[in-house]
């Protein structure tokens, strides 16, 4: 019984910036690592990036590494996705999950509404 709610998405010009917010439920959310997804229209769910129960370990896909930042406040039960220099290319849903590697995959349980990121060119 997990519930994520993402917000902070919105349109932006390219180069500029955006924080978004994944509010989450349950005692037990600082025991699990977290992380953000993205879905492009007719494109598969993308891995974006991921921090451990503690915030101590950071994960990033090659494609945002050095422009996104992923941290959590696990005394609010949040995970943030600070988003410098967009680029049009990010422009998809961006998904908040309890994020897990399998076969040298990102994977995750419990998705959010997720929260729609449009960058124009």
């Known amino acids: 019984q997990v519930q994520l709610v993402e917000s902070g998405g919105g349109l932006v010009q390219a180069g500029g910036s955006l924080r978004l917010s994944c509010a989450a439920s349950g005692r037990t959310f600082s025991s699990y690592a977290m992380g953000w997804f993205r879905q492009a229209p007719g494109k598969e769910r993308e891995f974006v990036a991921a921090i451990g129960s503690s915030g101590a370990r950071l994960y990033y896909a090659d494609s945002v590494r050095d422009r996104f930042t992923i941290t959590r406040d696990n005394a609010k039960n949040t995970v943030y996705l600070q988003m410098n220099s967009l680029k049009p290319e990010d422009t998809a849903v961006y998904y908040c999950?309890?994020?897990?590697?399998?076969?040298?995959?990102?994977?995750?349980?419990?998705w959010g509404q997720g929260t729609q990121v449009t960058v124009s060119s």
């Open positions: 999950t309890d994020a897990y590697q399998m076969n040298l995959r990102w994977l995750g349980n419990y």
